[in-house]
C-alpha cells in the first residue's frame, strides 16, 4: 500500500453560464487594455497584464467569479464552517502569438486562481511545478511508470487552458504558462484569495 501524504489541492471546475458571458468578458478585457495599454511588468514575458486591483470595484468579471466561487465552495463545502474569504486582485492576461509567463508565485495571499476567458488550442498550457522537485529527484528516478503516474508524482504537472473553467490553488505553488503558438489573442484572469477561519485574528505585531 501507498499512502500519498501532504498533496496540494488543485480545484478545477467548470463554471456555469460562461458560454452567455463570455463574449461580454473578452469585451471588458480589451476596454480595461484601452484604458491602460502599457500594463504592468508582472511574471508576462510580451503578454499585456492589467492593473491587479480589478476587485476594488463593481464590474462584469469580478461579479461572475464571485458568483462562481460562492456556488463551487458552498455546493462541494470546500471549507469548513465559519471560513471567510475575500478576493485580494484580480487582473486580465492577454497573451499574443508567442508570448507567455514565466515561473511565478503570489504573494501575501493564501490562495490563486485563473478563469479561463479566450484559449484556443496551444495558446498555452499552465505548469505547476513540483514543490519537492529536488528533494525527490533521485527517489522518483526509481519509481515505475505506474506508481508515478497514479500518484502524480512528477517534476511539474500541466493542464491545458479549457474556456469557462477555473482552477483554483495554493498562491504557494510555482507555476507558468506556456507560449501561445496560435493567432489568436489568449486571455484570462486572475486573482487572488485570502481566508480567514472562523475566530480568526490578525495580529501585524
Known amino acids: ?54 476587485d476594488l470595484d463593481d464590474n462584469i468579471l469580478k461579479t461572475f467569479i464571485q458568483k462562481e466561487l460562492i456556488n463551487y465552495i458552498v455546493q462541494n463545502r470546500v ?38 476567458i479566450n484559449t484556443p488550442e496551444k495558446s498555452g498550457d499552465i505548469e505547476f511545478e513540483n514543490p519537492q522537485f529536488y528533494n525527490q529527484a533521485h527517489e522518483r528516478l526509481c519509481y515505475s511508470h505506474e506508481v508515478l503516474d497514479r500518484y502524480n508524482h512528477y517534476p511539474a504537472y500541466t493542464i491545458p487552458p479549457t474556456e469557462g473553467t477555473m482552477l483554483l490553488f495554493p498562491a504557494s ?3 507558468s504558462v506556456g507560449p501561445n503558438e496560435t493567432r489568436q489573442d489568449r486571455i484570462s484572469a486572475s486573482f487572488n484569495l485570502k481566508l480567514y477561519p472562523k475566530d480568526f485574528t490578525y495580529d501585524p505585531s
Not at 486580465?92 to 508570448?99: A, E, L, Q, R, T
Open 79 to 116: 471549507f469548513k464552517e465559519g471560513v471567510e474569504w475575500e478576493l485580494d486582485g484580480l487582473w486580465f492576461n492577454i497573451n499574443k502569438k508567442g508570448h507567455y509567463n514565466r515561473k511565478h508565485v503570489h504573494y501575501c495571499c493564501h490562495m490563486s486562481a485563473v478563469l479561463w
Open 173 to 175: 505553488l510555482y507555476h
Open 1 to 54: 500500500m501507498i499512502i500519498p501524504l501532504f498533496p496540494s489541492f488543485i480545484h478545477s471546475f467548470e463554471t456555469s453560464g460562461f458560454g452567455e458571458i463570455k463574449n461580454d468578458l473578452v469585451k471588458y478585457a480589451y476596454e480595461i487594455r484601452k484604458q491602460d495599454p502599457e500594463g504592468v511588468d508582472r511574471s508576462n514575458r510580451g503578454g499585456w497584464h492589467s492593473g491587479n486591483r480589478l
